[in-house]
Every structure is written in structure tokens, then in C-alpha cells.
């Protein structure tokens, strides 16, 4: 699975991709944006886009604009992303930014087990994003969660230098012995 950089004949399939994934236009700290404006990488299967990352590079940072995989689980989420850190590492980029949602728990341990430390919490900024720049955001969220912070994890690319990507799950010594606490009177 090799993320490749869209193409002029990428555009009617890469903006089919991300309509039907809400995210033609990216509401973020107080900022609306086309993300179909900015650079992506897409993943193909066979002639159908089954995963695609948008980004923006601005002088030393870059930020992840939006990042979806069409089937979950078998890896598109990972091989775009480490495909978005190469690209940033060659544009001379030292930080990777994201901005995700309070309810976005399965992103959050994503970025996470990934490397990316929470950076900044805007409490109720998916709230006036809302009002002010895309009414079509949700009030509710994943697992039913209220939608309305935004949470922005950074990832530092020269601490990780792209050399240990992986995060085998089941590898063995992949586990974390936790203590059993003595009971009281125990
Ligand atoms: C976040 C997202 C891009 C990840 O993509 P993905 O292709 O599913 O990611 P991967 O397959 O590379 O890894 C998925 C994780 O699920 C785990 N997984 C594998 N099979 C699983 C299963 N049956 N059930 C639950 N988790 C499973 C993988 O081990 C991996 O977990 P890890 O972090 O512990 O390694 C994808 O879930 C998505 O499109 N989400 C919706 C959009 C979104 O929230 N994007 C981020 C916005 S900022």
C-alpha cells in the first residue's frame, strides 16, 4: 500500500473521496478551509481512492488537514501517515500538527500510539465553528459524545525521525505488566 501524490486527473475522484467523508471544507482554530486547495496523498485499490491525507506546509511546520481511510483497519491510516511525516521531513518541516475533536477517540489513540502529544485544548471551538464557518458540523459525535472542543496533538519530526514507525500490537513484549494491588486486610 504506497500513498501517492494526487494528480491533475486525481481531482473529480479525490473531491468524491472527501465530500463523502464531510471534509471538502475543514473548519479549524476559527479558519475554514478548502482542503481539495492544498496537496494530498491518496491510496488506490485497484481505480477506487480508498484513503487520502490533505496537508499544508507552512515554513517549518506542516499540518495534517484531514486523514480518512475508506476501510478501516487494514493499514491506510498508517501508510498515509508515515507517507505525510516523509513528505514534511523533506520540505525541511520539524513539527506535524493535527486538530481533531473531543469526541474523536479512536483518532486521539491513533495520533498517540503514533507518536503525536497532545498540544492544545480549545474548549468549545467546534461549538462556534458551528455557528460561525460550517453549520453542517454535528452536534453530536462519535459514540454519541457532544461535539464541541477542538484538540490539537503535535508530533516532533525530529525527535521522530522516521526510523520507528511501527507500533506492532501484538508483537510479543508489546504488553505492560500492571501491578495487582494489594487488597486492604489483603
Ligand atoms: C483515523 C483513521 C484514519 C485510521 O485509519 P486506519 O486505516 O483505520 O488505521 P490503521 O489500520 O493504520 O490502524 C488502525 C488501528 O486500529 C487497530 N485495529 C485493527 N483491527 C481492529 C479492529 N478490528 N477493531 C479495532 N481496532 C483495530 C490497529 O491495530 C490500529 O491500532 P493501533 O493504533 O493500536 O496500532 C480512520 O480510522 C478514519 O478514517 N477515521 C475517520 C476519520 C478521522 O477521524 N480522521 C482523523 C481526523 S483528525
Not at 486525481?10 to 473531491?15: F, G, H, K, Q, T
Not at 478501516?72 to 525541511?92: D, I, S, Y
Amino acid at each position: 500500500m504506497e500513498p501517492s501524490p494526487r494528480r491533475e486527473q486525481d481531482r473529480a475522484a479525490l473531491e468524491a473521496f472527501l465530500l463523502e467523508h464531510n471534509a471538502l471544507r475543514v473548519a479549524r482554530h476559527g479558519e475554514l478551509v478548502e482542503s481539495t486547495d492544498h496537496p494530498a496523498l491518496l491510496v488506490w485499490s485497484e481505480e477506487e481512492v480508498v484513503g487520502v491525507a490533505t496537508y499544508v506546509i507552512n515554513g517549518d511546520d506542516c499540518e495534517l488537514l484531514t486523514l480518512h481511510a475508506r476501510s478501516r483497519f487494514q493499514g491506510t491510516g498508517t501508510a498515509l501517515l508515515t507517507a505525510v511525516q516523509a513528505v514534511a521531513r523533506r520540505a525541511g518541516c520539524t513539527r506535524l500538527r493535527v486538530v481533531t475533536t473531543n469526541d474523536n477517540v479512536d483518532a486521539l489513540r491513533f495520533y498517540q500510539r503514533r507518536g503525536f502529544r497532545l498540544a492544545r485544548l480549545r474548549p468549545g471551538a467546534v461549538d462556534e465553528n458551528r455557528v460561525e464557518l460550517k453549520p453542517e458540523i454535528p452536534t453530536s459525535g462519535a459514540y454519541g459524545i457532544p461535539l464541541r472542543d477542538e484538540v490539537e496533538l503535535h508530533l516532533d519530526l525530529v525527535e521522530h525521525d522516521g526510523l520507528h514507525q511501527g507500533v506492532p500490537v501484538d508483537a510479543p513484549g508489546n504488553t505492560v505488566d500492571v501491578p495487582v494491588s494489594r487488597r486492604p486486610n489483603g
